[in-house]
Structures are given as C-alpha cells and as structure tokens.
C-alpha cells in the first residue's frame, strides 16, 4: 500500500470515530461580530469550522435567520437549506428584505468531506440600523451662543415619563462635534470619540444602542454633552479650525418598544433644554482640554433636575447623509500605569509612561478647592533629559484641571488625546506617585489578528514598535501621526502601512469605511487629496493636487483588503474610484506616458548624509520617475481587479495601458546595462517591484541593487515608497541574505537603529533622534509614525513564511525563510478560515519548521531542503515522496521542495543548508 493512500485511510478512522469534534466557531456578519446597526441590505456572513483530524473541507451548508434567538419556526424568517457549497467567508444573506431596527439572530451548520455534520453553531446577530432617512424624526438641536472658538461643552437634557413595562429600548445618535450619552444619568455604550471622523460634508455616522436596560418606569431623563472634536475644533495646520462648521448639534432618536407591541419615540426637538457648560471651559484636539470641577454640574442627566436655568434649543435645518458605522468602534482599550515619578535636571516633575501611547490620562488628586493642576504631555526627552515638546509644533496638548476640594477627585478628560510617554505636571498637591495616574489607551478596537516573535529581542521590539505605532494611528481614520498638529488621514502612509496592518489586526471594518472616504473626497477629475477626509482643499474645492504613491492608495489599499481578505465587494464598490484615479493620471500623461510633475513628495524622508561625511550618493529618486511608476503600478492593479471582477474590456484596456506605459519607461529610465533612473535604491525597488524592466535585466537590477547596500554596508537609503518593498524584492531577486541584513542593521539608517536607541513605536525618520541624542528638525519629527512599519509584512510573509498563494489567506503558501542570522522565526495569523501558524527554528544543525493549516484551507509549503527524502513529517518520512512535492525550485540561495497539506499540524525536519 502507498503511504499517501494510508493517510486517507487513518483521515476517515480518525473522522468516523469522531463526528462529534466538528464544529461551526466564530460566526461574522460583515466581518464583524454581532454588528449593530449597519445598513447593508444583503449582509455578508461567515463561519469558521474546527475539527478533529486532518484535511478538513466543507461540502455543504445551512444557515437559519429568525426575528428570535429561540429560532421558532413563526420567526424563522430565512432558511438557506442544505447549500452544497465550500464556502464558509462571506456568503451573502439571500432572504427577504431586512427591516430598520430589527434584531436577526442566525445560526449555521456544516457537513464536510468525511461524512461528518454539526449540530446548529451558537447563535449569532446583527441588527439593522436605519434604513431609509425618513425614519429620522429627530431634529438637529444646538446652543444659540455656541459659535466661538474653544465654547465650553453645550449639555442638553430631556425628562419623560414611561407609563408601560418596556420590552427594548435603542437609542440612534450622531453629532455635530463629538458626543457622549447619558440615560438616567449613566453613560450610554463604552464607545469615545463618537460619531468618529469621516467626510463629514458628504456622511455623517451615527452610533445605535441598547439602553433597555437604563430605562425604568416612570420618570426617566436623557442628557448629553459635545466637545469640538474633528468638526469645529483645530485641525490641520494654521490654527485653522472649525472646518465643517461653528455650531455644535446633537441628533438622537431614542425608540422604546413596549411589551404590548407600541412605542414611544422620544426625540431631540425644541422640548429640549440646554445649557453651556462652565465646567468643561475647552476641548481641542490638538489643544487639550480644561476642566474646573468647581462647576461641575451633577445629575442633569437624571430626571427631577432643576433645570429652570437652562435654555431652549434652537433647531438646526441640515441635510446631513447619516450613514450606520461601518469601521471599528473607538474604545479605550488597555490602561497601564507608569513606570516612574521623576524630577529633571531642572528640577521639572516628570512622569515615564514606558510607552509612547496615544489616548490620554486618568488623574487621581486630592487638594483644596481651586487647585489648578496642569499637565502637558511629550513623546521624548531632549539629550539633557529634559521635557521636549518642540516637535509637538502649534499643538499645546494641555490638561488644565481644576479640583473642587471634595477629596479624592479622578479626572479623566474628553473629546481630545494625546500622543505621549512622558508628562509633565505642574501644580499638584501633595506627593506625585505612580498610583495617581494611569494611562488609558484608545484606539478602533479591531480584532488582534496576528503575532510574530524571532530569537532577536531587538526584532521584536521592532515588532512591539510596529504594533504600537498601529494602535496609536487607528483611530477611526489611519493617521499619520497622533501628537503633532496634523493627525490627519495622510494617504501615502496608508497605502505603505495597511498589508502590515492588516497581520496585526482586522482591519477589514477599518479600511472598507476609510475607503469610501477616499472615494468621496476624490475630485471629479479623479484626484486623491493627499488626506481623507479632504481637510487641506476648501471644502466646496472641485480639483486637488495629488501625488504619486500618495493617490495610488486608491487602488493600492483595495486591492491589497482584496488580497487579506478576499473580499470581492469591497473591490467592486472600490472599482469606480480606483478607475478614476488611473484614467486622472492617464489624462496628465497623455501621449507621451510619462507623468510629468505627479510627484509632490517623491520618495520622502529619504536617507541624505550628513554634509561632507559620506562619498557616496544620498537615496535621491527623481519625482517623475516615481510618478511615472507609480502610474504603471495602479494601471497594473487595476487590470487585475478588472480581472477579478469579470469586467473584461477594462483588463485589456489596462493592459495595454500598463505595457504602454512600462515600454516607454524603460526608454526613459532604463539603461541597457540594467541601471535604474537615479540608481538610488528606491530606483530599483520600483523598478523591480512594479514589473518595469526587460526581463533579461532583472538580475542585473537586481545587483546593482545589491551593490548599493553593500556599499552603504548594509544600510538603507530609502524613504516611506521603497522602504515598502526593498526586502520583498531582495528576496524576489534571491537576496534574502540581504534583506536580513538590512533587517538586523543596528545603526543609522535601519529599522533596528530607533529600536536601540530606546523607541517604543516606529519613528517618523530614520535619525529622529541621532546618536549625540539631538534631534532631527523639529518641523517634522514625529516619534509615531507608522509608515517604516511596513516591513512588518516582510516580517510575518517571508521570514516566518507565512503567506496566501491567492487572495483571501484559504490557499495558503507557507514558505519559511530561514538564516544563520536567527535561531527561530514565526508567525500565526487569523486569518478567515482559521488560525494560520508558520515558522521555523534552527536546532542542532537541522531545521524544523513548524506550520498550521486551518480547516477547510490547504497550504503548498516550501522548504528549503534539495531532497524530499531527506524531511520528515511530524517524525516520520514522508508519507509519498512521488505524488506529494509539487515544486522544486533552485534560487540562488537555496534549493526547494514544495508540499502540498490539508489543514492540521505539521513539523517538518531536515538538514540545514549551508
Ligand atoms: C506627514 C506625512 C505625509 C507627508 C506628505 C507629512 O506632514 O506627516 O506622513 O505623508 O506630510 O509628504
């Protein structure tokens, strides 16, 4: 008998014997969990399966939706029946039409390829949020005197009376500004910075909640108050503020269903009351906040409050686009506490985070009434050790806190944070120690999707730094920076970070609202601001100046959410933007194909030497040449979503288009030597990575490439473009050799050098603190910038080897990388059929890799090993040496095998090659 026929006999054994092992787990609608209120009408649903044994694949399924989580059948509202399908990600909800407001409980089975069935999985839901603007009856209520800068927060309040027993009760509110939500004088969700930020011109989200349980019978009251937030407060720079508009507004509808079936819609209207209030005196993001508890106000959010000096409400006439929240709610995620209370050299009392963070603090004080307290925040300090605040630029962030003298007092602001490690405070009375500050963390709480680990604690505080730098820009919009006065949605760092991204979390909520941003601010000549939202162009501007690897996030960022996560509707609902975008360019290029002037940024914040130290050239790449390739680049990805998408006039058409391109190119930037535009490194990459040179000159690109490094001895010269890809086209080119040794470079410029010099997130600039400890120019140096982050996707796809052979992470390559340089390497990553693990490790001359395969997925795996007898599986050799290798390939480095595995667990050992 042959070994493989074998396995398949030990597979139904093992099956048979335990039918009750497979089961249907972690159940998403919209690849979320348990959404509530979105307002997609044919939602999206997913599963996935775990079992015992190996190779497991679905070959069927059944999903039930019921009005009730009971599932009985009057309330069973769509039953798919026995679907003979392999598809358990995003399987479109095909029943009757949902209705506003409902509640649908789901529920779903499996059968799979050895005979075995689930029971019904766990109950899962979404509910429906408002579907048609005709169902807001609520009207936009505001303060008459609220249209100056820095006005303190306008509260507003609401009693009513609940005569009969209450089945559900959910509140549908958004603002103008920022929000929080009180019933019964309890605070309304856990979510922060409501609505969030988007294109607030053209939507506007709101947020739904189940308040069943804060409503009573009897007399009830509703309060809430709003800061500046995104809409009126600072932002951007100039001290401009108040983009979207002056006055601050509240909308809110909160919907009581009784048990007898009616209902009871209580509304914000003119019957409102409101009231500035003096305790909060300013919100900013940028700027801060100040707080003076000797007026705080208390239980104006509950009913039988004295409210005879508030004032009435005006009713603001909008017709604001109010769409359901489609990214990841902002939460304060973690709290830590500081690691040191601290004097300067010049005697400043300081305080050590251990961590820049970004989010903001929770202050715990007991002092005489009228104590003013004041708190600035600092990513670093200065070589002197003292508080440094220069790169903050215009922003203040500022606590000012006074205490009322109540005793133990805890403050905590609003509606702004900071990013920060350190503090300074000023004022406090009595013994400043670690237990009166604790550091709260806010970020979108995406789902934590990945983890790496290597056998170099430098590396991994560089992955520590990457992850950091994430949870510090991911704050309902991808920003550039959290401290400075900018934190805006800068393009081209998304479209270098989001692969990366997405190992670390779940960032398909995230990207799928961001992107239609980006399509809505896109002018209609196809331009892509440089931030979305659009704050930089007047808000009515129908053109914009975009910039090459900046735009392309257009296209870029689709397609790679397409590639993570196999999700074909984001692509389509994406296609028209990323259309426009390449047709703008192709319009500025016209005959001759080049994109002249497209550049604004070039390959920023590359590497230059310092004057008169360095013989060799700086990592200059021309602008044009960047735009050109960049051109080439989207025009490429374009004709492959155009593929997907079955739209097969646009493949051709941008085929062509990107050959076109390619061929005049080359012309242009191409020697017939193979050398590369400026010859800087980030010539090469492009060059390399976007397909844009002869096939007879890769290699030679490729070593000329190396040549550089070499020559810099093992430094990069790169700036936020080729930094992207300069590792995956070393080990395209086979130099992974290189590429290691650009990742483990510790000086100046490298990614480890930060990390040495004590980072605790991704630094803006190579050197933004130089090795005398001075730092690089104050006017751009931000200590949170995530964009070098991205070898981060180096990091988990080829070091550990794990990657997707195609979009949607269910084919799976699982191709470790290893080198003498590591003892071990590895990876694990939820993706959406399951748990995916790869990694190797070096032990005793051999290598043993390491990999997991999620149910109903497969993986080719590829070691690097010349002879298939030589490894051996989970301990023994290989079941079928003949029917199993599928690959074997020689590169320069090495010499591969290539496997191909059912899901389950495999270790594979053999010989280290030299
Ligand atoms: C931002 C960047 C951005 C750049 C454009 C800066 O101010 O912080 O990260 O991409 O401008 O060049």
């Given at each position: 008998m042959?070994?493989?026929?074998?396995?398949?006999?030990?597979?139904?054994?093992s099956?048979?014997?335990?039918?009750?092992?497979?089961?249907?787990?972690?159940?998403?609608?919209?690849?979320?969990?348990?959404?509530?209120?979105?307002?997609?009408?044919?939602?999206?649903?997913?599963?996935?399966?775990?079992?015992?044994?190996?190779?497991?694949l679905?070959?069927?399924?059944s999903?039930r939706?019921?009005?009730?989580?009971?599932?009985?059948?009057?309330?069973?509202?769509?039953?798919s029946g026995?679907?003979?399908?392999?598809e358990?990600?995003?399987?479109i909800?095909?029943?009757?039409?949902?209705?506003?407001?409902?509640?649908?409980?789901?529920?779903?089975k499996?059968?799979?390829?050895?005979?075995?069935?689930?029971?019904?999985?766990?109950?899962a839901?979404?509910?429906?949020?408002?579907?048609?603007?005709?169902?807001?009856?609520?009207?936009?209520?505001?303060?008459?005197?609220?249209?100056?800068?820095?006005?303190?927060?306008?509260?507003?309040?609401?009693e009513?009376?609940?005569?009969?027993p209450?089945?559900?009760a959910?509140?549908y509110?958004?603002?103008?500004?920022?929000?929080?939500?009180?019933?019964?004088?309890?605070?309304v969700?856990d979510?922060?910075?409501?609505?969030?930020?988007?294109?607030y011109?053209?939507r506007?989200?709101?947020?739904?909640?189940?308040?069943t349980?804060?409503?009573?019978?009897?007399?009830?009251?509703?309060?809430?108050?709003?800061?500046?937030?995104?809409?009126?407060?600072?932002?951007?720079?100039?001290?401009?503020?108040?983009i979207?508009g002056?006055?601050?507004?509240?909308?809110?509808?909160?919907?009581i269903?009784?048990?007898?079936g009616?209902?009871?819609?209580?509304?914000?209207?003119?019957?409102?009351?409101?009231?500035n209030?003096?305790?909060?005196?300013?919100?900013?993001?940028?700027?801060?906040?100040?707080?003076?508890a000797?007026?705080?106000?208390?239980?104006?959010?509950?009913p039988?409050?004295?409210?005879?000096?508030?004032?009435?409400?005006?009713?603001?006439?909008?017709?604001?686009n109010?769409?359901a929240?489609?990214?990841?709610?902002?939460?304060?995620?973690?709290?830590?506490?500081?690691?040191k209370?601290?004097?300067?050299?010049?005697g400043?009392?300081?305080?050590?985070?251990?961590?820049?963070?970004?989010?903001?603090?929770?202050?715990?004080a007991?002092?005489?009434?009228?104590?003013?307290?004041?708190?600035?925040?600092?990513?670093?300090?200065?070589?002197?050790?003292?508080?440094?605040?220069?790169?903050?630029?215009?922003?203040?962030?500022?606590?000012?806190?006074?205490?009322a003298?109540?005793?133990?007092?805890?403050?905590?602001?609003?509606?702004?944070?900071?990013?920060f490690?350190?503090?300074?405070?000023?004022g406090?009375p009595g013994?400043?120690?670690?237990?009166?500050?604790?550091?709260?963390?806010?970020?979108?709480?995406?789902?934590?999707?990945?983890?790496?680990?290597?056998?170099?604690?430098?590396l991994n505080?560089?992955?520590?730094?990457?992850?950091?730098?994430?949870?510090?820009?991911?704050?309902?919009?991808?920003t550039?920076?959290?401290?400075?006065d900018?934190?805006?949605?800068?393009?081209?760092?998304?479209?270098?970070f989001?692969?990366?991204?997405?190992f670390?979390?779940?960032?398909?909520?995230?990207?799928?609202?961001?992107?239609?941003?980006?399509?809505?601010?896109?002018?209609?000549?196809?331009e892509?601001?440089?931030?979305?939202p659009?704050?930089l162009?007047?808000?009515?501007?129908?053109?914009?100046?975009?910039s090459?690897?900046?735009?392309?996030?257009?296209v870029?960022?689709?397609?790679?959410?397409?590639?993570?996560?196999?999700?074909?509707?984001?692509?389509?609902?994406?296609?028209?933007?990323?259309?426009?975008?390449?047709?703008?360019?192709?319009?500025?290029?016209?005959d001759?194909?080049?994109?002249?002037?497209g550049?604004?940024?070039?390959d920023?914040?590359?590497?230059?030497?310092?004057?008169?130290?360095?013989?060799?050239?700086?990592?200059?790449?021309?602008?044009?040449?960047?735009?050109?390739?960049?051109?080439?680049?989207?025009?490429?990805?374009?004709?492959?979503?155009?593929r997907?998408?079955?739209?097969?006039?646009d493949?051709?058409?941008?085929?062509d288009?990107y050959?076109?391109?390619?061929?005049?190119?080359?012309?242009?930037?191409?020697?017939?030597?193979?050398?590369?535009?400026?010859?800087?490194?980030?010539?090469?990459?492009?060059?390399?990575k976007?397909?844009?040179?002869?096939?007879?000159?890769?290699?030679?690109?490729?070593a000329?490439?190396?040549?550089?490094?070499?020559?810099?001895?093992?430094?990069?010269?790169?700036?936020?473009?080729?930094?992207?890809?300069?590792?995956?086209?070393?080990?395209?080119?086979?130099?992974?050799?290189?590429?290691?040794?650009?990742?483990?470079?510790?000086?100046?410029?490298?990614?480890?050098?930060?990390v040495?010099?004590?980072a605790?997130?991704?630094?803006?600039?190579?050197?933004?603190?130089?090795?005398?400890?001075?730092?690089?120019?104050?006017?751009?140096?931000?200590?949170?910038?995530?964009?070098?982050?991205?070898?981060?996707?180096?990091?988990?796809?080829?070091?550990?080897?794990?990657?997707?052979?195609?979009?949607?992470?269910?084919?799976?390559?699982l191709?470790?990388?290893?080198?003498?340089?590591?003892?071990y390497?590895?990876?694990?990553?939820?993706?959406?059929?399951?748990?995916?693990?790869?990694?190797?490790?070096?032990?005793?001359?051999?290598?043993?890799?390491?990999?997991?395969?999620?149910?109903?997925?497969?993986?080719?795996i590829?070691?690097?090993?010349?002879d298939?007898?030589?490894?051996?599986?989970?301990?023994l050799?290989?079941?079928?040496?003949?029917?199993?290798?599928?690959?074997?390939?020689?590169?320069?480095?090495s010499?591969?095998?290539?496997?191909?595995?059912?899901?389950?667990?495999?270790?594979?050992?053999?010989?280290?090659?030299?």
């Open positions: 042959k070994p493989l026929k074998l396995l398949s006999l030990f597979i139904l054994i099956g048979s014997v335990c039918a009750q092992n497979l089961m249907v787990k972690d159940l998403t609608c919209e690849h979320k969990i348990n959404p509530t209120g979105i307002d997609i009408i044919q939602p999206r649903l997913s599963w996935k399966i775990a079992g015992s044994g190996n190779n497991i679905q070959t069927a399924y999903v939706v019921a009005t009730d989580p009971k599932f009985s059948s009057s309330k069973i509202i769509w039953e026995k679907v003979a399908s392999d358990s990600s995003l399987q909800y095909r029943g009757p039409a949902l209705k506003s407001s409902q509640r649908y409980f789901w529920q779903v499996v059968w799979d390829n050895n005979g075995r069935s689930t029971k019904w999985s766990e109950t839901f979404w509910e429906m949020g408002l579907l048609s603007p005709s169902e807001w009856k609520a009207r936009w209520i505001e303060l008459e005197d609220d249209t100056n800068r820095y006005s303190p927060s306008p509260h507003f309040r609401k009513f009376t609940v005569s009969k209450v089945a559900r959910t509140a509110v958004t603002a103008h500004g920022l929000y929080d939500l009180s019933v019964n004088g309890k605070r969700g979510q922060v910075m409501t609505p969030g930020w988007t294109t011109g053209k506007i989200q709101y947020q739904v909640y189940d308040v349980d804060q409503i009573v019978k009897g007399e009830n009251a509703v309060g809430a108050f709003l800061g500046d937030g995104w809409y009126r407060g600072t932002l951007a720079w100039g001290n401009n503020w108040a979207y002056k006055r601050l507004g509240l909308l809110m509808q909160l919907r269903i009784h048990t007898d009616t209902e009871t819609l209580i509304l914000t209207d003119e019957s409102w009351k409101g009231h209030d003096p305790a909060i005196r300013m919100n900013d993001i940028y700027n801060g906040y100040t707080y003076d000797t007026k705080r106000l208390t239980g104006w959010s509950q039988d409050y004295d409210d005879s000096g508030w004032k009435k409400v005006r009713i603001g006439n909008y017709r604001d109010l769409v929240s489609e990214g990841s709610p902002i939460r304060k995620i973690e709290e830590i506490k500081p690691v209370v601290f004097r300067s050299p010049k400043s009392l300081l305080v050590d985070m251990g961590q820049n963070m970004v989010g903001w603090i929770r202050l715990k007991s002092g005489p009434r009228g104590t003013v307290i004041k708190v600035r925040h600092a990513e670093v300090l200065d070589k002197f050790g003292e508080f440094y605040t220069e790169n903050l630029r215009a922003a203040k962030v500022q606590l000012t806190l006074t205490l003298g109540t005793g133990e007092e805890i403050l905590e602001p609003r509606f702004t944070f900071m990013g490690r350190y503090l300074e405070v000023t406090f013994t400043l120690t670690t237990d009166n500050i604790t550091g709260i963390v806010v970020h979108s709480d995406m789902q934590k999707s990945g983890t790496y680990e290597s056998s170099n604690p430098l505080q560089l992955q520590h730094n990457i992850v950091w730098g994430q949870k510090g820009n991911f704050l309902d919009v991808p550039d920076c959290p401290q400075r900018e934190r805006l949605g800068w393009t081209g760092d998304a479209q270098a989001c692969r990366t991204a997405a670390n979390y779940n960032v398909a909520p995230f990207f799928t609202k961001w992107l239609k941003d980006v399509a809505l601010d896109q002018k209609p000549g196809g892509v601001p440089d931030v979305i659009d704050v162009n007047k808000q009515d501007a129908t053109t914009a100046q975009p090459a690897g900046w735009g392309d996030v257009a870029i960022t689709p397609w790679t959410m397409y590639t993570v996560y196999g999700d074909k509707q984001l692509l389509e609902n994406q296609y028209p933007s990323m259309k426009k975008w390449v047709e703008y360019i192709r319009k500025k290029a016209g001759t194909y080049l994109w002249k002037g550049s604004k940024y070039g920023w914040l590359f590497y230059h030497p310092p004057v008169n130290s360095h013989t060799a050239a700086d990592g200059y790449t021309e602008p044009d040449f960047i735009a050109t390739a960049y051109f080439a680049y989207s025009t490429s990805l374009l004709a492959e979503a155009a997907v998408l079955g739209k097969t006039d493949v051709k058409t941008y085929t288009l050959n076109k391109i390619k061929e005049v190119f080359i012309r242009e930037y191409v020697t017939p030597a193979g050398r590369v535009g400026t010859c800087s490194q980030t010539s090469y990459i492009l060059a390399l976007f397909g844009l040179l002869p096939d007879g000159l890769r290699d030679e690109a490729a000329f490439l190396v040549n550089d490094i070499r020559s810099r001895r093992n430094h990069l010269s790169t700036g936020f473009l080729g930094t992207i890809y300069i590792c995956h086209e070393l080990t395209r080119a086979g130099y992974t050799d290189v590429a290691y040794d650009l990742l483990l470079q510790e000086t100046y410029p490298s990614w480890l050098y930060p040495k010099m004590g605790t997130t991704i630094w803006e600039r190579w050197d933004g603190q130089k090795t005398d400890s001075t730092f690089q120019d104050a006017g751009m140096n931000s200590f949170n910038h995530y964009a070098y982050g991205a070898i981060g996707d180096w990091m988990y796809r080829v070091s550990a080897g794990l990657e997707t052979r195609d979009p949607g992470y269910r084919h799976l390559l191709r470790p990388h290893p080198t003498k340089k590591l003892e390497s590895k990876a694990t990553y939820e993706g959406p059929y399951g748990t995916i693990a790869s990694g190797w490790e070096r032990k005793d001359g051999k290598i043993i890799v390491n990999v997991k395969i999620p149910a109903n997925s497969d993986a080719t590829i070691l690097p090993v010349n298939p007898a030589k490894i051996r599986q989970n301990g050799p290989l079941p079928d040496v003949k029917d199993d290798i599928i690959i074997a390939e020689e590169t320069n480095e010499i591969n095998i290539g496997l191909v595995r059912g899901s389950g667990e495999y270790t594979f050992e053999f010989d280290e090659q030299n």
